[in-house]
């Protein structure tokens, strides 16, 4: 069986039974499917390792992005359920983690002509610093749709056995608001040195391309929202809120901008 296979399997199986334990009573299935999104997220770094040191550039294009976008959300996923103890994170991002894994597998290889420009390791570290600063914002996004669902369901008191496996509201604000006060400098250092690069390698620090702006936009929102959060007190349902229409933009600019969208940052190169 393909490396590669043997990491998306591992995702599905965790998927399954993560999924599994939402519909039952048995708390047993979450820690199996923790091993698995465990055991994936090993096998996928010893995967990242062998294309590097294969010399492949880990973000040439859309299903080497989203492949190694897919481990750092799977790291935070497993790092917030290692301090917080909320299993149910992995039921969101084991299933992120298979689909985004899933096309470095079934696309054709090679239908995307190498840029020798993102041999670079500082573009690498550029690229690598905004997706683990979104990876962050990711399990944010979750956590923030967790409050939103827990919290409406409490006010309407439609409160059932399914929220027992929910964690608090305190806990999923704390999720919030660490992986936002963590993945902002992540990625504004990451911006940051995407424009020092921009300079060197294409001789202007910025073009205003579409991904460029879009990008700018994210930085703006989370800003905006780090700023409610540290000195305007924001908690709760607001802060939530902001970290479900970041992830929005997030998922546009990644997805509909730097696919279709001509410039240095599209997928099709």
Known sequence: MDWYWIVVLCYFLSSIFYGTHLWTARRDLSKIGFYFIVAGTALQTISLIYIYIKGDP????????????????????????????????????????????????ILPQGIIEQNATLSNPWILIHIALILLGEALFTVAFISGLLYIFQEKKIKSKHVSSFLEKFPSLTTLDGINHLCLLIGFPLV??????????????????????????????????????????????????????????????????????????????????
Do not use: N
Not at 92 to 104: D, E, G, N, Q
Not at 250 to 265: C, D, E, N, R, S
């Open 58 to 105: 880990l973000t040439q294009g859309f299903e080497t992005t989203l492949y190694l976008f897919a481990w750092f959300i799977s790291l935070v996923c497993i790092a917030s359920q290692i301090k917080f103890k909320a299993s149910l994170l992995g039921a969101f991002a084991a299933p992120l983690a298979f689909i985004m894994t899933l096309p470095h597998i």
């Open 188 to 269: 504004t250092i990451g911006i940051a040195l995407g424009l020092l690069l921009a300079k060197e390698i294409w001789g202007a620090s910025w073009e205003w391309g579409q991904k460029e702006t879009w990008s700018l936009v994210t930085w703006f929102l989370y800003a905006v929202l780090i700023h409610g959060r540290l000195a305007s007190g924001w908690k709760g349902r607001k802060a939530a809120w902001g970290a479900v229409l970041g992830f929005g933009i997030i998922l546009f600019t990644l997805f509909v901008i730097g696919y279709l969208a001509p410039g240095q940052h599209d997928f099709l190169g």
